[in-house]
């Protein structure tokens, strides 16, 4: 069963830093580009920033360009989301997301930015 | 301001058929696959419908997706109440929106 498991969020003030990792198993993780998708409260999805299978692609939406890294470890089938300058509307729940033609969510981790 | 344009609430009673649209464009639903999540409260959103019009194991053939030109729909047949939830369209897009867009979502209420 495929199954991905995000961890690292938390309450940090406005300016600070966070990083969110997601456990991949049960596919061949190398296989496949990875995302993190969020969703603020009481709002709808955003993608937020994708990578390729083998890291050579790399994509962020406008409104984390410049301050969100994305990475990923094959050998420890994890990805991660390194996020800097935080700033209270990148509230949200986390979600990191499996590509391929049969999407796959996790249950996702909520970062809360605020003073 | 989504990518992809749904209606914001849809209502019908148990048993009815209810339908979801979604219009999107040329660069993403007119040249790429779509994809339907069902988010109920509280929980992560799962995928009901995949390229368009394919159902994941374990999802019941109520659900239903169509394509035509740049808008998608996904219908629901047999309505109960465990299918109130809200419903995200989605597909890839090939200009600089990102990889992925998304609809508003589709507050569902069943009557």
């Known amino acids: 069963e495929v199954q991905l498991v995000e961890s690292g969020g938390g309450l940090v003030q406005p300016g600070r830093s966070l990083r969110l990792s997601c456990a991949a198993s049960?596919?061949?993780?190398?296989?496949?580009?990875m995302h993190w998708v969020r969703q603020a409260p009481g709002k709808g999805l955003e993608w937020v920033s994708g990578?390729?299978?083998?890291?050579?692609?790399?994509g962020y939406a406008d409104s984390v360009k410049g301050r969100f890294t994305i990475s990923r470890d094959n050998a420890k089938n994890s990805l991660y989301l390194q996020m800097n300058s935080l700033r209270a509307e990148d509230t949200a729940l986390y979600y990191c997301?499996?590509?391929?033609?049969?999407?796959?969510w996790g249950q996702g981790t909520l970062v809360t930015v605020s003073s | 301001q989504s990518v992809l344009t749904q209606p914001p609430s849809a209502s019908g009673t148990p048993g009815q058929r209810v339908t979801i649209s979604c219009s999107g464009s040329?660069?993403?639903?007119?040249?790429?696959?779509v994809y339907w999540y069902q988010q109920l409260p509280g929980t992560a959103p799962k995928l009901l419908i995949y390229?368009?019009?394919q159902r994941p194991s374990g999802v019941p053939d109520r659900f239903s997706g169509s394509k035509s030109g740049t808008s998608a729909s996904l219908a629901i047949s047999g309505l109960r109440s465990e299918d109130e939830a809200d419903y995200y369209c989605?597909?890839?897009?090939?200009?600089?929106?990102?990889?992925?867009?998304f609809g508003g979502g589709t507050k569902l209420t069943v009557l």
């Open positions: 997301a499996k590509g391929g033609s049969i999407p796959v």
């Open positions: 049960g596919f061949t993780f190398d296989d496949y580009a």
């Open positions: 990578i390729s299978w083998n890291s050579g692609s790399i």
């Open positions: 040329s660069s993403n639903i007119g040249s790429n696959y």
């Open positions: 390229r368009n019009n």
């Open positions: 989605a597909a890839w897009d090939d200009s600089l929106s990102g990889p992925w867009v």
